[in-house]
C-alpha cells in the first residue's frame, strides 16, 4: 500500500486579484482540519471506492492543508495501479 499526501486550497481575493491558499490552517492530525473537509474527502473515496481502490485511511498532516489518505495493500502491479488511479 502507498500513503499518499495532498493539499487542498481554496481561492480567495485579495487586492483584486484571485490566488490559492491552503484549505485550513490546523496543526497536524487536527479533527477540526478533517471535519472541514469532509464533504470534500467523502467525495474522493467515494469515487475511489467505484473504481475498487480500497482505502485504510485519512488524516491531516503537518502542513496546511495538507492530508494524507493511506491506500490498502495488495499484490505489487495492483498497489502501483492503485497508486496511478
Sequence with gaps: ???T????LRPVTRDGK???V???STPYCSASGYDAAAPILRD???ALRSLDIPMEQVHAEAGNGQFEMA??????DRAADNLVY
Design 22 to 24: 491552503p484549505f485550513d
Design 71 to 76: 491506500i490498502r495493500h495488495s499484490v505489487c
Design 44 to 46: 474522493m473515496f467515494a
Design 1 to 3: 500500500g502507498f500513503e
Design 18 to 20: 484571485e490566488e490559492l
Design 5 to 8: 499526501e495532498f493539499y487542498l
